[in-house]
Structure formats: C-alpha cells, structure tokens
C-alpha cells in the first residue's frame, strides 16, 4: 500500500482579519508533512465546506479571533455532517473558553488550540486523529 | 528525506464501491473528489480507475497554464474558468503548487484567487500538490484530469507551478499551453528565447495596468520576429488586467478559437492519440519494473552493485544487460 500526505483545509470565516496565526499553523502543518489548502480571510461556512468537499480534505481548521466561535464552528460543523463530510475532523484554534470547547465538543468539533499552544501538538493531533479514524466509504 | 515524510503519512486506501462509483456518474462532488485522491495517492489503482472511466473521456480540450511565480497564474484561471463557463462550458481546473522536497509537505495558497468559483455547479477545481513532480506538475495530473472530464467537464485548465525556463511536463498533458508572463521582465524574455517560451500556443502580458506593458509586448515580438527552427506560427499575444478586467475576454476568445481549430484540424484527436501512445509506454515500463524489482532481494542486490560500482568505478550498463536478459527469459514462451 502506497502512502501519502494528510490534507487539511484551512480558512478563516467571518470578517475578523488576524491572519497571522492561521498563517503560522498552515506553515508548521506543512513542516510536519502535510499538504494545506489556504483559502485566507473572509471566508463564509459555506465556501469553507465547499472547498473541503473538492479538495477531499481529511481535516478542516478555522481560525477564529473575533469571538463568533460559537456560530462558526457550529455551522461548519452542521455543513459537514449534511454534505457528507461528517467522517472528517472539524478542528481550529482562537481564543475559546472551556466552557464553550465542551459545548463544540459535544456537537461533533474536534480540539481547539489557543494561545500558547505548540503548533507541533497541532500537527500531531491531527495527525493522530486521521490516522485513528479511517473514512466511511458508502457500500 | 523518507523519514520526514512519513510522519504525516497515511496509508488508509480507498474502495471503488459501486455506491462510490454510481455517485460519481450521478454528478456527486463527493465521489469525484474521492476518486481524485485514490488516483492521486494510490498509482496502483490508475489502471482500474482508467478502464471504469473509459468511454466517458477524449473530447475534453485542456488547456495549460503556465508562467514563472507571481504573474497572476492562479487569477487569471479563475477569470478564464469563469469566461469559459459563460460561455456554456463545464470547467475543471487543476491548480498544482510544489511540495517541500523535505518535508514532503505542501502550502496551496491558489484558492485565496479563484474564490470566484466555489459554489458554482459549473466549475470543479482541485489543488494538487506537486509531489514527485519535477517539471511544474503533479505525477498524477493527467489521471485527475481524466477522472475530472468523466465527471462532465469539457475544458480542463491546468495551472502548474510557478516556473523558470524548462518545466515542459505540461506539453505533454494538454492541448494547447498559454504562457503567462508579466511587465517588467523584458530582459527576462530575451533569455527565454529557447524552451518554455517555444511551448506556447498563446502569450498574455497579464498586469497591464503596470508600466512596462509596452516594452514586454515589444520585446516578446522581436523575439519572435526573429522565427527559428520552431514549426509553428507565431503565437497571438494578448495583454490581460485581472484587476482592471481588461482583455480577459479577448483572451478567452483567443483559447475557444485555438480549441475549435484544434478540433476541426484533427490535431487534438493526434494529440490524444500521442498522450495514449505515451500513457502505454509508461504503463509497460511500470508493470515490468514492478515485475523485475518484485523478486527477492532484487532491491538489496542493486544497493550492492551499486557499492561496488561506486568503489571500482565501472559503468552500470553491464548489470543493466544482464537484468534485461534475465527479464526477456523470464518472459519468452516455455517450450513444450
């Protein structure tokens, strides 16, 4: 069996332009192997699950400092399941409350990353999780 | 090298259930997009994938795009991926960024330009990392842009990577190739004079709202003033405005008219003919490498030879002679 590069997806929704760490976490994500897919600012739930669907990704990440975490990570989250990606690891980073993780938690949404965090435990997270969960392919 | 790699690396495969299979030709995204990745990681999988396929490509015109890095490659795909769905096109687009030769990663940043088409039914694009690839595409383009025109479209653009004077693969994977260059490098053209520049069925001088338009116009008409040993006329050149919008139109005019003479000349069923030609002679060259390189130890045997060879500084040639005969006997009807 051949083997090859884990995929993420990774954007920004909504109109909060602080760039910088999704820029810093794509970048170590591709020092640790990986092939991301950077679809930048302003991006709408929507596109964001779009571009996951066509570009057959196996984890989607979303940057969010603007304190709409609460919608965002929902509505991708909602997007995914309905659009068949429900088998792919929706994950991100911001500033997030644990109160707020333990809610997105329990709609579906994987570990979300703050201030401070390593962005090598990123790569290894997500790298761990697909290796742990193989897609559902229908029968 | 190969441990840096294989950190991210995954080797879940995928199957080609008939439930995958009958979603694609039902026009999923879904499907099309896992069959994308099986060609794309798993090269033992293209055949199969292929004969499924067959019947549901040919007609496709694919179109290249290439340029050195910065000219505005992946916008101006996303302006002619637009231009042509207008004009009642199904576009596939196929944008390739390089990997990291170390760490095997990849950062794709073309779809902060084509933000255009997502969500448009008309449109399907994939970024594809460049792998393997040393000539400004992916090893897999040409299989993704088959499974991408059985998916139903019938233009198929393919941007490669940013690149310098010599990465041709994409001559080899489409039918007309449009080179995009940028003001300011009139100097640059000069040198270009051999190679990339050769490949070129159309030229756009993309930013014209930049100064230096004209010198770079004037520039690339001298160099092809000057003719050559190429065959081919001189290709049209067209300066484009992403920005200003200005001269997309003409240049999406310019790519209908190359592809309906194509068609009417019958040089793109020659070019697909050529393609095929090839995509044989690669096939045979994989199934008896695969075949010679599964004995046991064959591997180990040539790291050895190649020690000695190393140390004693003899040619290789021998130990190639030998290995082909041995294939040849292996391969040579038994007697009865």
Same mark, same amino acid.
């Given at each position: 069996?051949?083997?090859?590069?884990?995929?993420?997806?990774i954007?920004k929704?909504?109109?909060?332009?602080?760039?910088?760490?999704?820029?810093?976490?794509?970048?170590?994500?591709?020092?640790?192997?990986?092939?991301?897919?950077?679809?930048?600012?302003?991006?709408t739930?929507?596109?964001?699950?779009?571009?996951?669907?066509?570009?057959?990704?196996d984890?989607?990440?979303?940057?969010?400092?603007?304190?709409?975490?609460?919608?965002?990570?929902?509505r991708?989250?909602?997007?995914m399941?309905?659009?068949?990606?429900?088998?792919?690891?929706?994950?991100?980073?911001?500033?997030?409350?644990?109160k707020?993780?333990?809610?997105?938690?329990?709609?579906?949404?994987?570990?979300?990353?703050?201030?401070?965090?390593?962005p090598?435990?990123i790569?290894e997270?997500?790298?761990?999780?697909?290796r742990?969960?193989?897609?559902?392919?229908?029968? | *090298?190969?441990?840096?790699?294989?950190?991210s690396?995954?080797?879940?495969?995928i199957?080609?259930?008939?439930?995958?299979?009958?979603?694609?030709?039902?026009?999923?995204?879904?499907?099309?997009?896992?069959?994308?990745?099986?060609?794309?990681?798993?090269?033992?999988?293209?055949?199969?994938?292929r004969?499924?396929?067959?019947?549901?490509?040919?007609?496709?015109?694919?179109?290249?795009?290439?340029?050195?890095?910065?000219?505005?490659?992946?916008?101006?795909?996303?302006?002619i991926?637009?231009?042509?769905?207008?004009?009642?096109?199904?576009?596939?687009?196929?944008a390739?960024?390089p990997?990291?030769?170390?760490?095997?990663?990849?950062?794709?940043?073309?779809?902060?330009?084509?933000?255009?088409?997502?969500?448009?039914?008309?449109?399907?694009?994939?970024?594809?990392?460049?792998?393997?690839?040393?000539?400004?595409?992916?090893?897999?383009?040409?299989?993704?842009?088959?499974?991408?025109e059985?998916f139903?479209?019938?233009?198929?653009?393919?941007?490669?990577?940013?690149?310098?004077?010599?990465?041709?693969?994409?001559?080899?994977?489409t039918? *007309?190739?449009?080179?995009?260059?940028?003001?300011?490098?009139?100097?640059?053209?000069?040198?270009?004079?051999?190679?990339i520049?050769?490949?070129?069925?159309i030229?756009?001088?993309?930013?014209?709202?930049?100064?230096?338009?004209?010198?770079?116009l004037?520039?690339?008409?001298?160099?092809?003033?000057?003719?050559?040993?190429?065959?081919?006329?001189?290709?049209?050149?067209?300066?484009?405005?992403?920005?200003?919008?200005?001269?997309?139109?003409?240049?999406?005019?310019?790519?209908?008219?190359?592809?309906?003479?194509?068609?009417?000349?019958?040089?793109?069923?020659?070019?697909?003919r050529?393609?095929?030609?090839?995509?044989?002679?690669?096939?045979?060259?994989?199934?008896l490498?695969?075949?010679?390189?599964?004995e046991?130890?064959?591997?180990?045997?040539?790291?050895?030879?190649?020690?000695?060879?190393?140390?004693?500084?003899?040619?290789?040639?021998?130990?190639?002679?030998?290995?082909?005969?041995?294939?040849?006997?292996?391969?040579?009807?038994?007697?009865?």
């Open positions: 069996m051949s083997e090859y590069p884990i995929k993420v997806v954007g929704p909504g109109l909060d332009g602080h760039d910088r760490g999704a820029k810093v976490v794509a970048r170590s994500l591709v020092e640790a192997g990986m092939e991301v897919v950077y679809l930048g600012l302003r991006q739930p929507e596109s964001i699950v779009a571009a996951a669907i066509d570009e057959d990704a984890a989607v990440g979303l940057s969010v400092l603007s304190g709409a975490h609460m919608t965002h990570f929902k991708v989250r909602e997007l399941v309905d659009q068949g990606l429900g088998d792919r690891l929706l994950t991100g980073g911001g500033i997030i409350p644990t707020d993780q333990e809610t997105l938690t329990a709609l579906g949404v994987g570990k979300l990353f703050g201030p401070g965090d390593d090598g435990t790569a997270y997500i790298r761990d999780w697909v742990t969960h193989p897609r559902m392919e229908a029968k | *090298m190969a441990q840096f790699q294989k950190t690396a995954l080797s879940h495969g199957d080609l259930t008939p439930a995958l299979w009958k979603s694609f030709l039902a026009g999923q995204r879904q499907a099309c997009a896992r069959l994308i990745t099986k060609v794309e990681n798993e090269p033992d999988s293209i055949a199969e994938v004969e499924k396929l067959a019947g549901r490509i040919g007609k496709a015109v694919r179109i290249g795009l290439t340029g050195p890095p910065g000219v505005g490659k992946s916008t101006l795909s996303s302006a991926a637009l231009g042509l769905a207008n004009r009642d096109h199904r576009v596939g687009v196929i390739v960024d990997s990291s030769p170390f760490t095997g990663g990849a950062f794709m940043g073309d779809r902060i330009r084509m933000e255009n088409l997502v969500g448009d039914s008309r449109i399907y694009m994939r970024s594809l990392a460049s792998r393997e690839g040393h000539g400004g595409l992916s090893p897999a383009t040409p299989h993704v842009a088959d499974v991408i059985a139903g479209m019938d233009r198929i653009l393919i941007e490669t990577v940013g690149v310098g004077q010599a990465e041709l693969d994409v001559l080899d994977c039918d *007309m190739v449009v080179l995009i260059l940028q003001p300011s490098t009139g100097d640059a053209i000069q040198s270009l004079k051999a190679g520049i050769e490949i070129a069925d030229i756009v001088v993309n930013k014209s709202d930049l100064p230096g338009t004209d010198t770079v004037q520039s690339l008409r001298f160099v092809y003033s000057l003719g050559g040993s190429n065959r081919r006329p001189a290709p049209p050149i067209i300066a484009t405005s992403c920005q200003q919008n200005e001269g997309i139109d003409k240049l999406v005019d310019e790519i209908e008219g190359a592809a309906a003479t194509l068609i009417e000349s019958g040089r793109h069923e020659e070019l697909r050529r393609r095929i030609v090839n995509e044989i002679r690669s096939g045979i060259q994989r199934r490498w695969e075949r010679y390189i599964a046991s130890d064959v591997e180990r045997t040539i790291e050895r030879v190649a020690r000695d060879l190393v140390q004693n500084g003899e040619s290789p040639y021998a130990f190639v002679r030998d290995a082909c005969s041995r294939i040849e006997l292996k391969s040579r009807p038994k007697e009865a």
